[in-house]
């Protein structure tokens, strides 16, 4: 097993200034709505994000090394929420895929017969929330929300 798995190089005597430890960046992402699942995640979540991490002595002899990692500018902290939102198992992600879902069933409900269809529904929902939304997505949400009404759409 790798010991320097995220390549921190040698350690530090103490923590550098501007970095935060583990639980002052951990609250740092709640304040500016960016949730890591756990703690023991954050070194990953780093990693993948280009976030800078070093390793400092620790007080004690128990527990595993401490980390500190660099504060992330406002730019970098937008560019975390626009990747975090495409991905639909983190918070901002499920966020959007609920908006996705209400304007999916309000455009079908408002819609008159065979007037609309399943990629026309997509096309809007894309247009009206500035993401991607595919017919694949608007299947799904139809098929479990409207069952008994499926035959109001287009056949394309």
């Not at 990692?69 to 975090?84: A, C, F, G, M, V």
């Not at 069933?105 to 007037?115: G, H, S, T, V």
């Not at 993401?131 to 949400?141: A, D, F, G, H």
Request: contains cysteine.
């Amino acid at each position: 097993m790798d010991k320097d798995k995220y390549k921190l190089g040698k350690t530090r005597d103490e923590k550098p200034e501007g970095f935060y430890d583990t639980d002052q960046i951990f609250e740092f992402f709640k304040r500016k709505k960016i949730f890591v699942k756990r703690k023991d995640n954050l070194p990953r979540f780093c990693e993948n994000h280009g976030i800078q991490m070093v390793k400092f002595k620790r007080e004690g002899s128990g527990g595993s090394t401490p980390t500190a990692y660099k504060i992330p500018t406002d730019t970098k902290i937008e560019q975390i929420r626009q990747s975090l939102m495409y991905i639909n198992n983190s918070v901002l992600g499920l966020e959007l895929v609920k908006k996705k879902e209400k304007k999916i069933l309000q455009i079908f409900d408002e819609a008159e017969n065979k007037e609309e269809s399943k990629t026309s529904i997509a096309t809007k929902v894309s247009k009206l929330l500035g993401v991607p939304c595919n017919r694949k997505l608007v299947r799904r949400i139809l098929e479990e929300k409207r069952s008994s009404k499926l035959e109001k759409l287009k056949k394309s």
